[in-house]
């Protein structure tokens, strides 16, 4: 992939889901995790200085304390997986490890 040409890191996130044609949607939900996630922390370090104790405490504070649905969930980890792996540039083996919520089997409804 080229290099990004923005300086800042958001307009890079959007830099980088315009390269790949993804839909105006997915680069607001992109963003606006990657802006969470950053805020979460501070604002203090750049994602590229954090790691996977870093991510396991933002997904973990969206699942206990905002009590955010699966689905939520598992957008604001691809968002991060979407700034670690093409924004950043970085490996994450460790990525693999994060815990990934399950949705819960609904019970079939019997209707006599």
Do not use: N
């Amino acid at each position: 992939m080229p290099p990004l040409r923005a300086p800042r890191l958001l307009d890079q996130v959007r830099e980088r889901v315009r390269y790949l044609h993804y839909s105006l949607r997915t680069e607001q939900a992109y963003v606006h995790w990657v802006r969470a996630y950053v805020r979460f922390h501070g604002c203090k370090r750049h994602p590229r200085d954090m790691g996977a104790a870093e991510v396991e405490a933002f997904l973990t504070w969206l699942a206990a304390e905002r009590k955010v649905a699966v689905a939520t969930h598992q957008q604001a980890l691809s968002a991060l997986l979407f700034l670690y792996l093409k924004v950043l540039a970085m490996e994450v083996p460790w990525m693999q490890h994060i815990g990934r919520p399950q949705r819960k089997r609904r019970l079939p409804v019997v209707l006599s």
